[in-house]
């Protein structure tokens, strides 16, 4: 069963900080992880991704890191702003496109 | 269109209801899928698209579910009989084709409330 986890259900830091936004995976078979946002009442918007053969992806404001020994992965956001506040999701993608999501993170940024 | 267009955004059956959505994907996205969020913030995947073709339909409960997606109509998620374990938001993403790392748009999803 390949699995993604998220352990921490909500995080709440200071606008200007750095987020991290942590994930735990089973498995070592996969192409790629996906992060996603979601405010309430809208469906999950994409933010970033990494494959199996990089261990960081930046974009903007948004960089993920990928430890395969440890199979965490993490999404730093900095700096923080309170737009930022929403649910995370990470999200594998296994056989077939098929998305497998963590349980999220409710991250609040206060300003 | 640019964005995937869910509809309706809420419905509400009885029990033992027909309950059907609609999912107008971004133009040109050849895949569509279709998730189930039961509890606040648990996605379960039911079926994948390619065209008109059923990709992956391994989500799929075996009775009471059926999808489609034909050539110039929204895709369609139906649930016949309805029961109360059906109360979900139904989500539905699609993405331009099928390979690793390329990303899921999703549409603001149908709240289904079965009472």
């Known amino acids: 069963d390949q699995q993604v986890k998220q352990n921490s259900p909500s995080l709440s830091v200071q606008e200007g900080r750095i987020s991290i936004l942590n994930c735990d995976y089973t498995n070592s078979m996969f192409d790629y992880f996906l992060w996603y946002k979601k405010y309430p009442a809208e469906g999950p918007t994409f933010l970033i991704s990494i494959s199996s053969i990089k261990d960081k992806n930046e974009d903007g404001r948004f960089t993920v890191f990928l430890n395969k020994s440890a199979k965490h992965l993490s999404l730093h956001i900095v700096p923080s702003q309170p737009g930022d506040s929403a649910v995370y999701f990470c999200?594998?993608?296994?056989?077939?496109?098929?998305?497998?999501f963590g349980e999220g993170t409710q991250l609040t940024v206060n300003p | 269109g640019e964005e995937v267009a869910q509809t309706p955004k809420h419905l509400v059956r009885g029990e033992g209801q027909k309950a059907k959505l609609y999912c107008a994907p971004i133009k040109g996205h050849s895949y569509v899928f279709w998730y189930q969020q039961v509890l606040k913030n648990e996605f379960k995947f039911l079926i994948s698209?390619?065209?008109?073709?059923?990709?992956?339909e391994t989500g799929m409960p075996k009775e009471r579910f059926s999808a489609k997606c034909l050539p110039n109509s929204p895709c369609s998620l139906e649930i016949q009989a309805t029961k109360l374990e059906d109360s979900a938001v139904y989500f539905c993403?699609?993405?331009?084709?099928?390979?690793?790392?390329?990303?899921?748009?999703f549409g603001d999803g149908t709240r289904l409330s079965i009472l």
């Open positions: 698209f390619q065209n008109e073709n059923v990709f992956d």
């Open positions: 999200a594998r993608e296994t056989s077939g496109s098929r998305l497998t």
């Open positions: 993403a699609s993405s331009q084709s099928q390979g690793p790392g390329q990303p899921q748009h």
